[in-house]
């Protein structure tokens, strides 16, 4: 029996009964940015109107922030969504050090600095959390460095002591496994309510990585008020999903994207990524609740109201890779209480919040099985039937753009490769490609969109007013191929080999070429000696966590393997305890020699959807890559990270494109209106706010994602009188 809480609102559509106009609160909470993307719903959405269609191509820049943590040698990124709390922006560098300036100035008014030895693992940042002082106990900022969340006092930059253990608590602590041999960060803020901070992690996505629950933590202690098991136990609900034993030992179904909630109804809203490890599920035959799972949770409590999987027994890294948006639509007469989740695959799922009711038609559609050995693929999966995908949804020969060039694909890192090898269309006719959910293969398989979406991190934007959504998407082909490991001796293998080739190459590529951002290991020994790249493995590097799951042997013989000290003639493995039938062979972009990808055009798009009726306003490319010099192709679209922001005034602001340029758009017709050229990519969703009575709008410049070089600035424009 659900509580009385939540049968009221579902009695109401019931009868007929319509929302308030404005069921969100007063204005003020559309004019600040107090929130991860700018209120609890998600909506990215300001009210303020001062910059709008007519006068948006005079903004100037008001002022720039060097924020610092930059490393040379080293490529890092900035995401964050900063905060405005009391006339003050809150952000984090590239290093993950957390920084308040003037918000009308970029002053530096403090700088609070981690205490996390050697700069190791400490994950990247997306956003903060605020919550405003209850009279009795201080406002206190939430930021996650490495596996620690700390409570720091906004008003002296200080952690706060008597949260937690002198300011912090461990993320790692919590999840029923030995905390020492677990690696867990947060990259993305989680969601307050009342007294309790709801919050999320990242995980490793291997073999005998960290389970995702959730946890509610006390906003004052940093006590734990209550869990939600992703990977349910004996007895909770989704328990038969699994295999019996699989919630000791399997990771993942974590919620690394971020979440909204619904305040006025105590539910918080929480997407749910992938179970590990990804591209092979022998060891978790079933569906797999709770991953890849929209959760409907009661805020409160942590009791389960609803849920809606996504993807059964994912086998394509088919993460939900973004907060999901609240918002009403009008059907039939009535304002109904939705929620809207993107997905990397570019579908939009909507619900009605309150009872989990699909408000376009979802079909199960049968898929072939999996031919790895001991896997068992799905059946079914779900698919919206309306609205229409906002990304292409299969590769076919006549989408092939330049189908007689050189084919590179990023496992392929010869030039000789390259320049001798197969053109695209012999390259594609080598791999299966026949749309979503075809079970990765030992030959290649496409995936398309790519692992990275369709839809990102960065998240769409709402309008509450009219319930238009407003999504970026990328489109871009990988391909994954499959590789068998030897456990037995027979084919060579060496236990080094095997281990890079389980942990290693998922992120770093088949050949451990290095994949964009992520750097190569082929020649990690003319950077690090062994001891060095052990210390890495078992505790993680900057964005890199650490794998700490790892014994020592298995440690020293990766690190071994990696820097050149292991011989496979010295080091045959008779039988080895990996238990892993398989790993990642291939895992990349599929471009052509001149590193475009190899579909037409647009590769990056932003689209307007309105979510009542499921159709689409516009659609235009986003971006545009310079050295295409296509005449047919005006406007290319890149590929993005990072959301808009839509305000009042009917302007659309993103960055996020390989360009490295901010830009805006016109809200009704996607027309641009206004760009300016970044001293590196603004792969981070902007922020909008008001300050000294003026509205300014800011973008941090963080590069360092699609072979964008990195950087430190924070970069704020307004309307110079």
């Known amino acids: 029996m659900k509580p009385l809480k939540y049968l009221l609102p579902v009695m109401a559509l019931v009868l007929g009964s319509c929302q308030d106009d404005n069921p969100r609160g007063s204005e003020s909470q559309f004019t600040t940015w107090q929130h991860y993307l700018g209120d609890p719903e998600?909506?990215?959405?300001?009210n303020l109107d001062e910059i709008d269609t007519l006068n948006v191509k005079n903004l100037k820049l008001a002022w720039t922030y060097s924020s610092g943590g930059l490393q040379e040698g080293r490529t890092s990124q900035i995401q964050t969504n900063p905060l405005i709390v009391d006339g003050m922006l809150l952000g984090v560098n590239a290093a993950v050090e957390l920084f308040a300036v003037d918000a009308a100035t970029g002053r530096e008014v403090w700088k609070f600095l981690p205490?996390?030895?050697?700069?190791?693992?400490?994950?990247?940042?997306?956003?903060?959390?605020?919550?405003?002082?209850?009279?009795?106990?201080?406002?206190?900022?939430?930021?996650?460095?490495?596996?620690?969340?700390?409570?720091?006092?906004?008003?002296?930059?200080?952690?706060?002591?008597?949260?937690?253990?002198?300011?912090?608590?461990?993320l790692r602590e919590g999840l029923g496994r030995d905390p020492m041999r677990l690696s867990v960060v947060s990259n993305t803020p989680g969601a307050i309510y009342n007294n309790l901070l709801i919050q999320g992690t990242r995980v490793g996505e291997g073999p005998g990585s960290s389970p995702g629950h959730i946890r509610a933590y006390n906003v004052v202690t940093g006590e734990i008020a209550w869990t939600f098991h992703t990977i349910p136990q004996p007895s909770e609900y989704g328990y038969d999903t699994w295999p019996?034993?699989?919630?000791?030992?399997?990771?993942?179904?974590?919620?690394?994207?971020?979440?909204?909630?619904?305040?006025?109804?105590?539910?918080?809203?929480i997407p749910t990524g992938s179970a590990a490890f990804d591209w092979y599920g022998g060891d978790r035959i079933g569906s797999n609740l709770f991953a890849n799972s929209l959760l409907a949770l009661d805020a409160e409590t942590g009791e389960r109201l609803w849920h809606f999987q996504m993807v059964h027994h994912d086998l394509w890294d088919r993460d939900l890779p973004a907060p999901p948006n609240l918002l009403e639509v009008q059907r039939d007469g009535k304002t109904i209480p939705a929620v809207a989740q993107i997905t990397k695959s570019g579908h939009v799922f909507v619900f009605n919040r309150l009872t989990g009711e699909p408000l376009f038609p979802i079909e199960e559609k049968a898929y072939p099985p999996s031919t790895l050995m001991g896997d068992e693929a799905f059946a079914t999966q779900p698919l919206p039937t309306k609205p229409k995908p906002f990304a292409r949804q299969i590769l076919r020969e006549t989408d092939l753009y330049d189908p007689n060039r050189k084919a590179f694909v990023d496992d392929l890192v010869d030039k000789k490769i390259q320049e001798n090898g197969p053109t695209v269309l012999e390259k594609f006719r080598t791999v299966t490609s026949l749309g979503q959910f075809i079970p990765i293969d030992t030959t290649g398989v496409m995936l398309y969109p790519g692992a990275d979406g369709g839809a990102e991190w960065g998240g769409a934007a709402l309008d509450p007013r009219d319930g238009v959504l407003y999504v970026n998407s990328n489109e871009m082909a990988w391909i994954v191929k499959m590789k068998a490991i030897s456990n037995d001796g027979e084919n060579g293998g060496s236990l080094g080999e095997s281990l890079a080739q389980i942990h290693c190459a998922r992120c770093h590529g088949g050949n451990l070429q290095g994949l964009g951002a992520i750097p190569e290991l082929q020649n990690v020994k003319m950077r690090m000696d062994s001891d060095s790249v052990a210390s890495v493995i078992k505790n993680g590097k900057g964005a890199m966590p650490g794998m700490p799951n790892l014994d020592d042997n298995e440690i020293a013989a990766l690190s071994a393997y990696l820097t050149g000290l292991e011989k496979a003639k010295d080091h045959r493995v008779e039988k080895t305890d990996l238990d892993v039938p398989y790993a990642v062979a291939g895992f990349g972009r599929f471009k052509d020699n001149r590193g475009f990808p190899v579909v037409k055009p647009p590769w990056g798009t932003l689209n307007a959807l309105d979510l009542n009726t499921g159709e689409y306003l516009w659609q235009v490319p986003l971006g545009h890559e310079e050295k295409l010099n296509d005449p047919n192709i005006p406007v290319s679209g890149t590929e993005n990270y990072g959301g808009p922001v839509i305000t009042t005034g009917g302007v659309l602001f993103i960055a996020a494109t390989k360009d490295e340029k901010i830009r805006a758009f016109n809200m009704k017709s996607g027309e641009q209106l206004w760009e300016d050229q970044l001293p590196s990519g603004g792969y981070a969703t902007p922020a909008t706010y008001q300050a000294d009575g003026k509205q300014y709008l800011v973008i941090a410049c963080g590069g360092g994602k699609m072979g964008t070089p990195s950087g430190d600035e924070y970069r704020a424009y307004f309307l110079d009188d």
Do not use: C, Q
């Open 244 to 269: 019996k034993e699989a919630y000791k030992t399997v990771g993942g179904a974590n919620s690394w994207a971020g979440m909204a909630i619904d305040l006025e109804r105590g539910i918080v809203y």
């Open 115 to 170: 205490n996390v030895k050697d700069n190791s693992g400490l994950g990247l940042s997306r956003g903060l959390s605020y919550w405003p002082s209850d009279g009795e106990h201080p406002s206190r900022i939430f930021f996650s460095s490495g596996s620690k969340l700390y409570a720091v006092n906004p008003d002296d930059g200080k952690a706060i002591s008597s949260f937690g253990i002198g300011g912090s608590i461990d």
């Open 42 to 46: 998600r909506t990215h959405f300001s």
